[in-house]
């Protein structure tokens, strides 16, 4: 519906352009032939003024015409090089997806046990999970993220995470003391 309305009202900006420009050059060339016939040089120069204004007007009608012509044209450009490097991007199998999303959610898994093991994140834990799920989304994109030791990414992960909840005064989780 978007594209349509665009679409709609650039073609309804197109017409109301041409029509204004030919208006504008039919009123300039009577303009024209008037202040030419006219006999007195007041009239002459008040003719003149208004053909002045009115060619301005029909030149800055024809303008934007040409520069909407170039924009529209640039869109289209820009449409169908996104458009080919869409189709250049390779797509990850669905069972590579699916394996993606098995260790991604084995990752986060783990790093949350650890952040709720050691930390009292009943205050911090949306800013926590935001966050390690950004970090996440970041290592996942590495093109080695399905066969790196899944306990190296935990170790990573954690340590980011562990980091941010103390920058933010995340509160450590009490522990028993020792009854050695």
Same mark, same amino acid.
Do not use: C, Y
């Given at each position: 519906?978007?594209?349509? &309305?665009?679409?709609? $009202?650039? %073609?309804?900006?197109? $017409?109301? !352009? +041409? ?11 009577? !303009? ?32 934007? %015409?040409? $520069? ?27 069972? #590579? ?9 084995? #990752?986060? &898994? $783990? #790093? %949350?046990? !650890?952040? =709720?093991?050691?930390? &009292?994140?009943?205050?911090? %834990? &949306?800013? +926590? ?16 993220? !399905? ?10 992960? =954690? ?14 989780? +009490? ?6």
């Amino acid at each position: 519906m978007f594209m349509s &309305d665009a679409a709609e $009202r650039a %073609e309804r900006h197109g $017409r109301i !352009l +041409a029509e204004l420009s030919e208006l504008g050059l039919a009123l300039a060339r009577k !303009l024209q032939a008037a202040a030419v016939a006219a006999q007195e040089p007041k009239v002459a120069a008040e003719l003149g003024l208004a053909f002045h204004r009115i060619s301005r007007s029909v030149r800055q009608s024809l303008a934007l %015409e040409a $520069r909407l012509e170039r924009e529209r044209e640039r869109d289209a450009r820009e449409a169908a090089r996104a458009a080919a490097a869409e189709a250049q991007t390779p797509r990850p199998e669905p069972e #590579v997806l699916r394996a993606l999303a098995r260790r991604k959610a084995e #990752v986060r &898994d $783990r #790093v %949350e046990r !650890l952040a =709720w093991a050691e930390f &009292d994140l009943e205050d911090a %834990e &949306d800013e +926590a999970l935001e966050f390690l799920e950004t970090q996440l989304d970041a290592l996942a994109r590495s093109e080695t993220f !399905l066969f790196d030791p899944i306990e190296h990414q935990v170790r990573r992960l =954690w340590s980011q995470l562990e980091r941010q909840l103390n920058a933010a005064g995340a509160e450590p989780e +009490a522990k028993p003391p020792n009854s050695s």
